[in-house]
């Protein structure tokens, strides 16, 4: 029992000499948030669902891809939010939040990268 103490009070004296000084950096925000108003059930937001999904894949950490399905209870507030007349609607948002670009209807990758350049996304 002695021992396990000793040995308990060593490692925290040896954690305490290699993180002393040390900075601990909070999980980067995101440059863009990339938000789909959209509903599983709409054929040209069914074609986004691989579009956010190759996003989500190249630029994690630098982009945040949020969906939102506003035919259900939970998404209609965020179609109201941001007063979207159509689905699909893209949203982007920059680091500080503020809207800079968006668009209505399928978006294609291609089109959407120059999108997220504009942003300061890293392609």
Known sequence: ???????????????????????FAAPAKPIVTFIELGSVNCIPCKAMQPVMESIRKKFPGQVSVLFYDVWTKEGQPYGQTFRIRVIPTQVFLDKDGKEYYRHEGFFPEEELLKILAKGGVKL
Request: net charge positive; aromatic share 4%.
């Open 1 to 23: 029992m002695r021992t396990r103490s000793i040995a308990s009070v060593i490692l925290v004296i040896i954690l305490a000499i290699f993180t002393a000084g040390a900075t």
